[in-house]
Every structure is written in structure tokens, then in C-alpha cells.
């Protein structure tokens, strides 16, 4: 039985930060669309909650493609 360790992939790095923009951007988006129909706020807790998951996807994906270390 071999183990193969897991090598660093810039493809699947490419595509968790892809996965953690959609997922930020659509999750704090509805959470920001149920906190505006709870207390009618309609729209500035959407797009506060766009804006968020917008930052949080670009900075992951900012940290995906410039590594702190310096491993690209």
C-alpha cells in the first residue's frame, strides 16, 4: 500500500478561492435579504451583505494566487 502525499495545486487553489466567493457573496447575501425582510430595511442589508462576501472572496482568492510564503 503506498500513501501519495498531497501536492500543492494552483488549479485546486484557483477553484477553492472560486468556491469561497460564490459561497460568501450568496451566503451573507441571503443572510442580508432575511435580516432586511425582518426588519424592513429593504435593500441596504443585501448589499451590505454582497459587499462583504464580495471582500471575503476577493481576499481569499488575493491569498490563493500570493501565498504569504511565497509558494505560487
Same mark, same amino acid.
Given at each position: 500500500m503506498t500513501i501519495v502525499a498531497r501536492q500543492s495545486n494552483p488549479?485546486? @487553489?484557483? &477553484? =477553492?478561492?472560486a468556491q469561497t466567493m460564490a +459561497?460568501? =457573496?450568496l451566503?451573507?447575501?441571503l443572510i442580508g435579504y432575511l435580516l432586511?425582510? @425582518?426588519?424592513d430595511t429593504a435593500p441596504y442589508l443585501l &448589499?451590505? +451583505?454582497l459587499l462583504i462576501g464580495l471582500t471575503v472572496g476577493f481576499y481569499d482568492l488575493w491569498r490563493a494566487m500570493f501565498p504569504p510564503g511565497g509558494d505560487v
Open positions: 488549479d485546486r @487553489k484557483s &477553484l =477553492v478561492a +459561497g460568501a =457573496v451566503g451573507l447575501g432586511d425582510g @425582518k426588519f &448589499l451590505a +451583505g
